[in-house]
């Protein structure tokens, strides 16, 4: 689930920054303050854009069914997805530091549209997972925006600016299996797409008349000098190598759980409706928001500890998971429990990271949330080909047995003093 930070705004990032090749321009005055109504914009385009990413999964079997493919294979939707999103993390946040933000939030806005219109018209396989790709690719939008309102921010509210707008982000993960389910019962599949296209491109109107040119002057240098010094970061700092594997391991998890998850409370003899399973996401919503004081813990230097606990929490929430045929309150309290321990981690994963390292922030997002990118798609294709072949039962133990590693790994670091 992705949390980007804002960018840095010490004088140490313009010394780093030249030492990796290349430099930025003079800063400018001093950013105005953003209006609540901009605020507002802000979180509303990032919850949009995230959810692209996460509509799919409780549309799986909807899938599967109209274009003829096999509900082992359906996974590698969500795989695609977080593909085209490990690219964009790659090759297009960095471009936030090269070119006017405006346009570029515009550009892929509009991108964005046609990807999902590509999306809710593709009528064979081969097209359906290049769309979703294009999606996923498109969906770093979210790291872009971010960026550009701690930018606009006033140092004084630039704080408070970031973390409303990346509560949208919490938002449209979460509430995007709900309102895809929803849309999707009134009007298939295809018309969630359609919908969310049509939105995309309502919100670049509104953004385009709304926002100014830029918060600052691009910086000089080379794009291929820019993402070098991404590269450098994941030999350089062995914290995020580190968190980053913490990352893959809970998102891989997690996917486990919200990809195939669709599957068994679809067939009989639950036989849920596409809204009934979607209001599981409103169960994770409230596990989720109440891990947000992970990153007090982290400043306070509790950190390793709230892993560890976060972990354990996360390997036990399999086990009223595994009841969903039997009892769907044991399933919502597995759910509470187990987006509640993945979001601890993450926030603290992400406050360990940028306090280690406050003058490269959004390189630094950029290079996490790889790792979290790869363990979604994993973690969706192992979960639809162990549900295809042996069923919920085992999909529970797969999800364990990834937890029970993160915990076991965390427990290495913890023995040896990291």
């Known amino acids: 689930m992705p949390y980007p930070p804002h960018h840095p705004v010490k004088q140490d990032a313009d010394a780093e920054q030249a030492s990796a090749g290349y430099s930025r321009a003079p800063q400018g005055s001093a950013a105005s303050a953003l209006s609540r109504y901009q605020t507002f914009l802000f979180a509303i385009t990032c919850a949009m854009a995230v959810a692209n990413v996460y509509f799919a999964q409780p549309l799986l079997e909807s899938m599967a069914a109209s274009l003829g493919v096999s509900s082992g294979t359906i996974g590698v939707v969500v795989t695609a997805t977080q593909a085209g999103y490990a690219l964009g993390l790659l090759l297009i946040v960095p471009l936030g530091d090269l070119l006017n933000r405006k346009t570029l939030i515009l550009s892929q806005l509009f991108l964005s549209a046609a990807a999902l219109c590509a999306v809710a018209t593709a009528q064979d396989w081969v097209t359906l997972l290049g769309a979703m790709a294009l999606v996923g690719l498109m969906a770093v939008l979210v790291q872009v925006v971010v960026a550009y309102a701690a930018a606009l921010a006033s140092p004084e509210q630039r704080g408070a600016t970031v973390g409303t707008v990346t509560s949208g982000v919490v938002l449209g993960i979460l509430l995007a299996r709900f309102v895809s389910g929803v849309v999707a019962d009134l009007a298939g599949w295809r018309g969630v797409y359609f919908v969310s296209a049509a ?5 670049a109107l509104v953004l385009w008349r709304t926002l100014p040119a830029s918060a600052r002057p691009p910086a000089h240098g080379s794009y291929w000098q820019l993402l070098r010094s991404v590269l450098q970061l994941f030999l350089s700092e062995r914290i995020l190598r580190v968190r980053g594997i913490f990352a893959l391991l809970i998102f891989a998890a997690f996917s486990v759980l919200w990809t195939s998850m669709v599957l068994p409370l679809s067939a009989p003899p639950l036989s849920l409706s596409h809204t009934q399973i979607g209001l599981f996401g409103l169960a994770g919503v409230a596990g989720a928001l109440a891990a947000a004081r992970a990153g007090r813990l982290a400043d306070r230097g509790h950190g390793n500890r709230t892993t560890g606990m976060a972990l354990t929490l996360l390997t036990l929430s399999w086990l009223p998971i595994a009841w969903v045929e039997h ?8 759910v509470i429990l187990l987006d509640f321990a993945v979001q601890a981690v993450h926030v603290t994963n992400q406050s360990l990271i940028f306090a280690a390292r406050p003058d490269a922030q959004s390189r630094l997002v950029g290079a996490y949330m790889c790792f979290y ?13 162990t549900y295809a072949h042996f069923g919920w039962s085992a999909v529970c133990v797969l999800g364990a047995a ?7 790994y965390w427990l290495m670091q913890a023995l040896t003093g990291d």
Request: avoid cysteine.
């Open 373 to 385: 990118s790869v363990g979604s798609g994993l973690g969706a294709v192992a979960a639809t080909y």
């Open 327 to 334: 009892s769907l309150l044991a399933m919502i309290i597995g």
């Open 199 to 203: 939105l995309m491109v309502g919100m």
């Open 402 to 408: 990834i937890s029970a590693v993160a915990l076991l």
